[in-house]
């Protein structure tokens, strides 16, 4: 018991990545927050009496900012950003939902399912439902459904990639080290950090049209 809980553990790397992928995306935040916050037309901390009113004034206009950025993209930047964002959020779901099923036989409408004696792995659903997304974007002669179909295909990704560790080593070895290090570390990075890119695109974008110019003050 010992040994597979010293397996298991994450270790400083692990740590260290995830505290600077989760600075990172707060950061992004934060810094938009500002920015629009001093463009836009929420009173500065300075000039108001109720702070909480000017923050909340400046969020739900970061909000619009983003929207209209998303709605002024490409269809293809939209395709990859929805792609990324339901990758990155499935497979942190995912994650989650078995690390909890480790302590209990279910964990809402999830639950290990299993055949006979066979333990059917999420990666079986995901391959199915990245080959039918992307199977429909192949067929489909309409560009309107391609943002719309890159939220299953990611979906599919992320069960698939979660357990990406099992297919290369033909055994089960997702809760060892190569599993966490394979794919806890790589693909979380890579999907947050691509998605975090992409929102800034949206970000500026929709600054343009939102935001109006402010004229330097004498």
Known sequence: MRRRRRSLAPGRGTAA?????TAAFGAVVLGE??????RGTAPALAETDHPLL???????????????GYREVSTRENSVFNLLTSFATTFILVRSVAYALRERRTVGPF???????????????????????????LLSRDE???PVLAVPFGIGMGLTLDESALLLDLEDVYWRREGLLSVQITLTAIALLGALALGLRFLRRGEELVLEP?????
Request: charged share 25%; net charge positive.
């Open 17 to 21: 990545l995830g505290a600077a992928a």
């Open 33 to 38: 927050v500002r920015r629009v916050w001093r």
């Open 54 to 68: 000017a923050a909340e004034e400046a969020v739900a206009e970061t909000a619009r900012v983003a929207r209209a």
């Open 111 to 137: 639950r290990n399912l299993r055949i006979g004696r066979r333990h059917i792995h999420h990666y079986v659903p995901g391959i199915v439902i990245a080959f039918v997304a992307g199977t429909a974007a």
């Open 144 to 146: 309107r459904l391609e």
């Open 214 to 218: 402010r004229l330097p003050s004498p």
